[in-house]
């Protein structure tokens, strides 16, 4: 039940930020630019999802997306300052409330003219205070990490899905 009551809150208070980092992941990508993606702790399985939607269908067929997904076994600073370029959006994944990992990895991002894109948890994380104004800050607020998760996935699909709509049109349901 907690489940399926943060889940239509979370469609609720979360869709204007969903719109705007689906704005910046289409920008990027459609400028030729890619999209690193990394996970610390539990949220590290969202990268590799990500990464993989974006290199092979969704639910339609179209070009592979350009997306790489950061290894949580090296630090991260250092992936981004080797991979990141101007234009690039840094895609963020972290369900704890401090994720020290990233903070580094953030300013370097900002240093080269990337986007960010932060899927955290509670608003109060140091993530939070890293971001500018021109990232975009999806932040599921519940105590719960399970609940948090379970949120960055669907925020995940959502994403992914917007991108596809954008790039080719909505998708027809069948009766």
């Given at each position: ?53 974006f ?14 997904a ?55 994380s ?44 909505d ?5």
């Amino acid at each position: 039940m907690d489940s399926a009551d943060l889940s239509y809150q979370a469609a609720e208070g979360l869709s204007k930020r969903i719109a705007e980092g689906v704005q910046a992941l289409l920008a990027c990508i459609t400028n030729g630019g890619k999209v690193l993606v990394g996970g610390v702790g539990n949220a590290a399985f969202l990268a590799p999802l990500f990464v993989s939607y974006f290199w092979g269908p969704l639910e339609r067929q179209r070009p592979e997306l350009a997306a790489l997904a950061l290894t949580p076994t090296s630090p991260l600073a250092s992936q981004v300052r080797a991979l990141g370029l101007a234009g690039d959006v840094l895609l963020i994944f972290s369900a704890q409330a401090q994720a020290p990992e990233w903070l580094e990895a953030i300013e370097i991002a900002h240093d080269r003219e990337m986007m960010v894109v932060g899927v955290t948890g509670p608003l109060g994380s140091d993530v939070s205070k890293r971001l500018l104004e021109t990232d975009v800050h999806i932040a599921v607020t519940h105590e719960r990490m399970m609940r948090v998760l379970e949120s960055h996935l669907l925020v995940l699909h959502c994403l992914c899905d917007g991108v596809d709509a954008q790039l080719l049109g909505d998708l027809e349901v069948p009766e």
